[in-house]
């Protein structure tokens, strides 16, 4: 049977969801997890492949095994085993050819960057303390509604079939002593986010203006854009499928 696995984590001390050789990785916590409790080596396909230090509120992950009578011990006994980092919420029974990264939807993220510094966000957000022009931020954000090639705010060499994707939501909004940045798409190209963040901040501080804000755009070139953000303020906030309920976390 095909199982989903819901879970969430604080990737500040891990090298990204993938598995790495010599460096500790959320996969590797996972899979090491279910091997030691379900008794055989279980590999999992996740959403998506964080970034090292990225965290996720949600992430879904496939695996396949005999069937399990009781999801929610399970959980509770992942749980136990896991590192305080990483936590699991659920484990779904799904049909056999679901696949978590293929029938995603779309992915949700959520940038976090502190006006004034706080000790208790240090961590797990980008200290920024300078002004910004919000309302302006807003309006260059919609423009990636409407573009579609995004090779400008992709990580360079990397291997993939096209820079297409399609943007239906990106919203700056302050809260408190935050500014949270918003964003949804189909896909995300390596390190698209925290590029997409870096170059508003640029359009925030009076660097760049909407029009050469489009140019970085069009022209496709990384080196346009600006500089990405640092790791510890993104957050995978919610990835959907057809065929599961939309659970935020």
Known sequence: ???????????????????????????????????????????IVAAGRTDAGVHARQMYAHFDYAEIEHPDYLVHRLNAFLPKSISVQHIIPVHEEAHARFDATSRSYQYLISREKDPFLADWSYGFYQPLAIDLMNQAAQLLLHHRDFECFSKTHTDVHTFNCTITHA?????????????????????????????????????????????????KNRSLAGPSVPAKGLYLTQVLYPYLPPTNR
């Open 1 to 43: 049977m095909r199982y989903f696995l819901q879970c969430a984590y604080d990737g500040a001390h891990f090298s990204g969801w993938q598995r790495q050789p010599n460096a500790p990785s959320i996969q590797e916590a996972l899979e090491e997890a279910l091997n030691l409790l379900l008794g055989e080596q279980i590999p």
């Open 171 to 219: 919203q700056w909004r302050v809260e408190g002593n935050l500014w949270i940045f918003d964003i949804t798409a189909d896909r995300f190209l390596r390190n698209m986010v925290r590029a997409i963040t870096g170059t508003l901040l640029w359009v925030g501080q009076g660097k760049l203006d909407l029009a050469g804000f489009q140019e970085v755009l069009d022209r």
